[in-house]
């Protein structure tokens, strides 16, 4: 064995003095075994790279799928059940609570509107979320909440039918959006602040949308109802429930203004929207010493809330605790599923989930 120092390198290898060339002598000396781990190495550190590489394009590819579907705000999110347990508590059958978010987005509102007997109920409930309950909802809830609105809108700038309730609604949701958007950073809405401000811009075109409609008269030519004997429109113009619609039907024609401040219609209102007590604390004289109903109405209306009336509406089975619309099987076990329904309003809704 040579010293240390000394040149142990035998005559004629003066090549050892590179890299390559003391690979080359080691491999000589090893009977080939340098250069199989080397080549072993290289071939792990290329599998290495390419399993980072697909790590990479998996997290990019998810990335990429979740980013598209948050950007989709027209993504819909369906339930095969259109009932929900509402439940407030746990138990050992159940942990947790249902939430207001949950309930909204299990219940069927989308094909709700489409029916006329639910539309005014659902328009309702929309106002009574966007006043109050809107940071309450999740996420998905929230992107539900503004598919639905969104087709409530294309369904009247199509039928040009309750354009004064859903410009009040949109009037509601902008206000309600323009005090919430200036505390983001507060855990008050779910998303970016820039997907907010543009659901914003939304609302405002789709106001523009309504302000244009120009209501166009139908092409009929029969019996029309100026030509309805007096007495039967006025028996129509009672069954209005809303003293804005008998202002609007009287500007109309001469002839139906002079039907439309009729005291006793506006009586008739005043006495089904209000108790006797609240009018009572709100009474108005004319110049001739007679009540005046109709400066009554508004001014109870300003005061009070009015009576609720709605074709349809959500029930809620005492028995199970279960709530849907009207008609939609759910396993009941109560001999008389009908009989335990109970209908709610959408305060009623509200209140359900307020803990």
């Not at 659902?122 to 809830?141: D, M």
């Not at 309750?162 to 609604?169: D, G, M, T, Y």
């Not at 139906?256 to 108790?275: A, G, I, N, Q, T």
């Not at 329904?341 to 359900?352: A, E, G, K, Y």
Request: proline content about 3%.
């Amino acid at each position: 064995m040579p010293f240390l120092g000394q040149d142990w390198r035998s005559p004629g290898q003066s090549w050892v003095k590179t890299a390559d060339g003391w690979k080359r002598f080691l491999d000589e000396k090893s009977g080939g075994l340098v250069s199989d781990l080397s080549s072993y190495r290289n071939k792990e550190v290329y599998n290495k790279e390419n399993l980072f590489n697909s790590l990479n394009y998996d997290v990019a590819a998810k990335k990429r799928k979740k980013d598209m579907l948050n950007s989709k705000t027209k993504t819909q999110y369906f339930h095969q059940e259109k009932w929900i347990y509402v439940h407030k508590g746990s138990t050992k059958e159940r942990h947790g609570y249902c939430t207001l978010g949950e309930a909204f987005n299990r219940l069927d509102f989308s094909t709700a509107i489409l029916d006329s007997r639910r539309f005014n109920y659902v328009v309702r409930l929309l106002e009574l979320i966007a006043k109050s309950q809107l940071t309450s909802l999740s996420g998905i809830a929230q992107k539900n909440f503004m598919n639905i609105l969104e087709k409530v809108v294309l369904k009247v700038l199509e039928d040009q039918q309750n354009i004064r309730l859903i410009r009040e609604l949109l009037q509601t949701l902008y206000t309600s959006l323009c005090t919430l958007v200036q505390r983001v950073g507060k855990c008050v809405l779910v998303g970016n602040i820039n997907m907010w401000v543009y659901r914003m811009e939304t609302i405002l075109h789709w106001q523009q949308q309504l302000n244009n409609i120009q209501i166009t008269r139908p092409a009929f030519k029969g019996l029309t109802f100026t030509d309805l004997p007096l007495c039967l429109q006025l028996n129509i113009m009672q069954r209005l429930s809303d003293g804005r619609d008998l202002v609007s039907l009287g500007q109309v024609a001469p002839n139906l203004h002079v039907l439309s401040e009729d005291r006793l219609l506006w009586k008739r209102l005043c006495l089904y929207h209000f108790s006797e007590r609240q009018i009572r604390k709100r009474l108005i004289l004319s110049d001739k010493g007679q009540l005046d109903w109709k400066k009554m109405y508004f001014k109870l209306v300003r005061c009070y809330p009015r009576k609720e009336q709605y074709g349809d509406t959500l029930q809620l089975c005492k028995h199970c605790h279960i709530l849907s619309w009207k008609g939609t099987d759910h396993p009941c076990t109560a001999n008389n599923p009908e009989s335990c329904s109970v209908s709610l309003s959408p305060q009623d809704f509200i209140n359900l989930f307020k803990f």
